[in-house]
C-alpha cells in the first residue's frame, strides 16, 4: 500500500512504473489524437464526448494483447497503458459513460485502438472521461488533457476541444489553429513535448444551474418545488369529495356512495403522506447530516431509517387495504424480518452502518462476503418489496371492491392467494436483479481493474457492490411510488365515485351532472394529463398544470355553446332537455333513413336514377324534427325543428352507442384499450428499447421491471383518455368522433406544449413528446371513430366491412374530410418515427442527481 501511494505521488516513479508495465520507449513512434466536443444544445445537461485514437506499432510487446478478449489480464493490461495509469491497480470511474469497448483495428504496420466515451455535467464534482479531467465549478468549468504516462513520449499529432459554441475564458497553452470555439493543437514532427491543454470556459447558464441544484443546500429545494402540486391534488380530490357528498345520486345517498367518497378522502390523504415521505427522505437526511443535526440517524444508521420509512408506508397501505389472513402473517413475518436487520445488523454480518470501507476495514469486508451478509440484506430488500406489493394491491382491491355491495364475509379473506404467490416471485426478482445490475454497473466502471493479481480488488469489489445496492429502500420508494403509485391509487378512488355515480343516475339524464363534469375533470388531470415543468435543473411543474386545466375548462365551456346537444330548439329549451333516450330506437331508423334519402338525391342529381327531387326533400323535412316536450292542449302530435346544422344522423351520433355517459365511457375505455396496444409498443420501443437504453437497461436497479410498469402505465393512461372521452362524449364540441377527439387531445397537449417552449428557450430536448402527442391524438381519433361506428351497430350486418359502414355514415364529403385528417396523422407520425430511428440516445450511467443528493455516506 505504501509503494501504490508512493508511486501516485511522485511523478518521476510514475513515469518509470509505467516504463516498466507498458515499456514506453517502444511507444515513441505511436500517434496519438485526440478531442473533446461539448453541446449544450439540445440537452437537458451539457454532454461531453471524448474520441481518442492511438496508433502503435505492431513491434510494441503489448500491441496482440489489444485483440485478446476483453475478459483477459493481459487485455486490461495492455489497454490501461494506452487509457489510463498503469501503476492504478483499481483505475474505477462512474462518470464515464461507454456505448461499446474501444475499438481495435490491425494494419500492416500498426494497431489502432479508437475510444468514445461521454459524460454528462449533472453535478459539480471533477469529471474524468477518456484522457479528459473536467473540473466543474459553480460558473467556470475547466478542461484539461491528462495524457496517460505511457504516451508522453508519442507522438500527439492532433488535440482538438470544440467548445459548443461558446467562447473560452482562458487557454494555455496557445493553440496551433482554430477560432473561438474550436481549438486545435497540432504536433508536425516526432519528438518535442506533448501539449499541455487546459481550457476554461463558461457555460450556458442554464446548464450551469442544472448542475449546480444537485448540490447542497439546492437540493432540498427539489422536492420543495413538486410538493405545491401534490397539495393541488390532495385540494382537487378534497372539492371532489365535497361535491359528491352535496349532491348524491339517489336520495337517501346509497351506502356504496358513502364508502366510495371515504376511500377517496383517506386515499388521498394517505398518498399525500406518501409523498411528501417519498420527496423529502432523501434530501432532508442529507440536508441534516450535512448540518451535523441527529447524526446518529442521519449518518450513523441512515440506512436504518430508510428500510424503517419504506416499510410503515408499506403497512400504511397495507392498514388501508385490508388484505386477507394469509397475506397479513406473510407482512407481519417479513416486516420482522426487516426490522431484524435493520436494528441488528450484526446479526447478519452486516456492518453496524450499513457502509463498508474497503480501506480502512478491509477485514470487516472479508466477514461480510464470508458469512454471505448480501443474501440477508437482498432478503430485506425482497420483503420490502413485498410488503409494498400486497399493501399495493390490497388497496386496488379496496377501492374497486367499494362501488359493490360487501360481502357477508366481509373485505378480509378475499385475497387472491395466487396473486400473494406472483408477488413473492416478483419480490425475490426485483431484489435480485438489483444486486445483479449493481454487479454490471460495477463492470462496467471498473473494466479496467486488476482482478487477479491483486487480492484487495475483491474486498473493494465487495464494498462497492453493497454501498450501491444499500440505497434499495430509498431507491423503492421514489421509483415505485414516485413513478407510478402516486396516480393510481387516487385515479382508481376517483373511478370508483365515478362507477357508483354513473350506475345509479337517472337513465333518462342525456348529460352528466355538474358534480359528475367536475369529478370527471379531476380524474382526467389526475390520470390522464401529463405531469411536466422541469428546467434547468428544476422543477415548475404548476405552470403547465395551469394550462391543461384552462384548457379542459375553455373546451367544457365551448362545449356547452358548440355540441350537439347543447343546440337551442326553441327559447328556453335545448336538444339534451329533448332528446330522450326512449327516442333511441327511432332515431337511430330515422338517422339510417336520412343517409339512404341523401344516397338517392345524389343519384337523381347524376342521372342515375329517377324520382321526384321534391318528394326526397320533403321526407328529409319530416325526419328533421322531434316530438314536441310539452305541447298545446288538444294537440298531441307537436313536432319541433332540428336546428338547421343538426340532422338525425349528427343526433345519433351525439348520443353515442350507449344509454348514459357511464356507458359511453366504458365503451370509449375498451375501445381505447385495444387500439392503444400497438401505440403502448411504439412508445415502448422509443423509451425503453431505442439505440443504447436497452442495454443501459442492464445498468440500472429498477430499468428492466420499469420496462414493464410504463408500458402498463402507458395503456392505463390511453385507457383513461379514452374513458373520459366517452363519458364527455354529449359535451365536447364536434359533430364526430374524431372533431370531439381532436378537442381532448389539444387539452393533454397544452401542458406539453408549455413544456416545450420552455425547452426551446433554454435548449433543452424535446424528448419522445412529439411522437406520444402524435400518438395519443391517433388514439383518440380512432376510438371516436370506433365510438361512431358502433352507434350504428344494428346496420352491421347490411354491410359488408365496417369501413363501409363508417363511410355511410360520415356520408361522402365529410368522410372524405376526417380521412385526410386521418392520414395527415399518420404521415406525422411516420415522420417522427423515421427521425428518431437515427437518433441514438446515451444514457447517463452515474447516479442521478437527485440519488446523489442523498448517497453519500460515510467515507465519501
Sequence with gaps: MFATALLCVLPGATARAADDECRAEQLKSAHVTASARFKHKGEDYTKVEGHLTVKVPKSWVRSADLLLNGDTERYRRAMRCLLRYPDDPFPYRDTEGRTKPPKVTVEEEWVTVEQRVVTWVGTLQTRHFGPWSLTVGNRLWRLELMRPPALDGA????????????????????????????????????????????????????????????????????????????????????????????????????????????????????VLAITVVQMLDDALLAHFAHQGTALFWTDQHRIAVHFGLALLTGLALCVFGIPGRTAVLLVIAATGYVVAVACRPEWFALPSRMWLDWDEAPDEVRRFRENRAMVA??????????????????????????????????????????????????????????????????????????????????????????????????????????????????????????RVRGRAADPAAALPPPADLWTLKVFFVICVAPVVGWYAGFPLPLLPLLALWLALVGLLAWGTRRAVLYQKLFPGHRLHEVAKESDRRRLLKAARRHRELHAQMRRVEQGQQEGDRSELEHELDRLHRLPHP???????????????????????????????????????????????????????????????????????????????????????????????????????????????????????????????????????????????LSLTLLVLTLTGVAMDVDTFRGEKRYWPTKASLLLSVYQWRTASVQMAFLVGQLVALVTIWQQMKGNDPMILIERSPSESAGGEGPGN
Design 377 to 498: 440484506f437482498a432478503g430485506a430488500c425482497a420483503c420490502v418489496v413485498f410488503v409494498w406489493l400486497v399493501g399495493a394491491a390490497a388497496s386496488l382491491l379496496r377501492l374497486w371492491r367499494s362501488t359493490a355491495a360487501p360481502t357477508a364475509e366481509g373485505p378480509r379473506g378475499r385475497f387472491p392467494h395466487a396473486l400473494l404467490i406472483a408477488m413473492v416471485f416478483v419480490s425475490v426478482a426485483v431484489s435480485a436483479v438489483s444486486v445483479w445490475t449493481a454487479q454490471n454497473l460495477w463492470e462496467h466502471q471498473s473494466w479496467l481493474s486488476r482482478r487477479n493479481a491483486d487480492e484487495m480488488y475483491g474486498v473493494r469489489h465487495v464494498a462497492t457492490l453493497f454501498n450501491e445496492v444499500r440505497w434499495f429502500p430509498s431507491n423503492w420508494l421514489d421509483w415505485f411510488h414516485g413513478t407510478h403509485f402516486w396516480w393510481w391509487g387516487p385515479s382508481l378512488a376517483i373511478l370508483a365515485v365515478l
Design 155 to 270: 507522438r500527439w499529432q492532433k488535440v482538438t476541444v470544440d467548445l459548443g459554441g461558446r467562447a473560452a475564458r482562458s487557454v494555455s497553452s496557445a493553440p496551433t489553429t482554430g477560432d473561438t470555439t474550436k481549438l486545435t493543437w497540432a504536433r508536425g514532427k516526432t519528438g518535442g513535448k506533448p501539449p499541455e491543454v487546459r481550457v476554461t470556459l463558461q457555460p450556458p447558464a442554464s446548464k450551469a444551474s442544472a448542475a449546480r441544484w444537485s448540490e447542497h443546500p439546492w437540493y432540498v429545494f427539489d422536492p420543495l418545488a413538486w410538493l405545491p402540486v401534490d397539495g393541488v391534488f390532495i385540494a382537487l380530490l378534497l372539492v371532489t369529495a365535497r361535491t359528491a357528498r352535496r349532491a348524491p345520486v339517489s336520495a337517501p345517498r346509497t351506502d356504496a356512495e358513502t364508502r366510495t367518497t371515504r376511500n377517496l378522502l383517506v386515499m388521498g390523504w394517505l
Design 630 to 772: 310539452s305541447p298545446p292542449p288538444g294537440l298531441p302530435n307537436t313536432w319541433i325543428r332540428l336546428p338547421p346544422s343538426i340532422g338525425p344522423v349528427e343526433l345519433a351520433l351525439a348520443w353515442g352507442p350507449r344509454a348514459t355517459w357511464w356507458g359511453n365511457a366504458c365503451r370509449a375505455a375498451y375501445f381505447a384499450a385495444l387500439i392503444s396496444v400497438p401505440a403502448v409498443a411504439i412508445l415502448t420501443w422509443a423509451n425503453h428499447v431505442r439505440g443504447v437504453r436497452w442495454t443501459d437497461k442492464f445498468l440500472q436497479r429498477f430499468g428492466l421491471v420499469d420496462t414493464v410498469t410504463a408500458a402498463f402505465s402507458m395503456e392505463l393512461l390511453w385507457v383513461g383518455a379514452g374513458f373520459t372521452l366517452g363519458a364527455l362524449w354529449r359535451v365536447l364540441p364536434g359533430r364526430r368522433g374524431p372533431a370531439r377527439a381532436s378537442g381532448l387531445a389539444l387539452v393533454y397537449a397544452a401542458p406539453v406544449l408549455v413544456q416545450l417552449g420552455g425547452n426551446w428557450i433554454i435548449d433543452q430536448p424535446f424528448g419522445t413528446w412529439p411522437l406520444e
